[in-house]
Nanobody, 129 residues
Framework: QVELVESGGGLVQAGGSLRLSCAVSGRTFSSYAMGWFRQAPGHDREFVAAISWSGVSTAYADSVKGRFTISKDNAKNTVYLQMNSLKPEDTAVYYC??????????????????????WGQGTQVTVSS
C-alpha cells in the first residue's frame, strides 16, 4: 500500500511564498516519478510540476514556470513544491501524485493525471489579493 500525505498549505498574501511537502510511504521512494497537480472550484485538475524518477528532469506548467520549483529528497521519502511570487489565481487544492518508475524511464516527467497511480488527499492553498 502506497500512501501520500501532503502538508504545507495555507493562506498567504499575493507575492508571498509557501512550500508544500508530500511524504511517501509504502515502497522505495527513489523509484517513483512524482508530480504536483491542482484543482480550483469548477475547474479540472491541472498539471503544475513534475520530477522524474532519477530526479534529473523537471517539468512545469507555463503558468508557474519561474515561480515554482519541484524537488525530491530520497533520504526523507519526500517531494517538495516551493512556491514563490504567489498570485490569487494559484488558489486551489494541491495534490501530490506518484507512479512507479524504471531505469528505462528514469528521466521522463509525466504531466497527465491519468499517468499517475497514487494520489494524496490534497492540501488547500489560498492566495489573497
Amino acid at each position: 500500500q502506497v500512501e501520500l500525505v501532503e502538508s504545507g498549505g495555507g493562506l498567504v498574501q499575493a507575492g508571498g511564498s509557501l512550500r508544500l511537502s508530500c511524504a511517501v510511504s509504502g515502497r522505495t521512494f527513489s523509484s517513483y516519478a512524482m508530480g504536483w497537480f491542482r484543482q480550483a472550484p469548477g475547474h479540472d485538475r491541472e498539471f503544475v510540476a513534475a520530477i522524474s524518477w532519477s530526479g534529473v528532469s523537471t517539468a512545469y506548467a507555463d503558468s508557474v514556470k519561474g515561480r515554482f520549483t519541484i524537488s525530491k529528497d530520497n533520504a526523507k521519502n519526500t517531494v517538495y513544491l516551493q512556491m514563490n511570487s504567489l498570485k490569487p489565481e494559484d488558489t486551489a487544492v494541491y495534490y501530490c501524485a506518484a507512479r512507479s518508475g524504471s531505469y528505462y524511464s528514469r528521466d521522463i516527467c509525466y504531466t497527465k493525471p491519468a499517468e499517475y497511480a497514487y494520489w494524496g488527499q490534497g492540501t488547500q492553498v489560498t492566495v489573497s489579493s
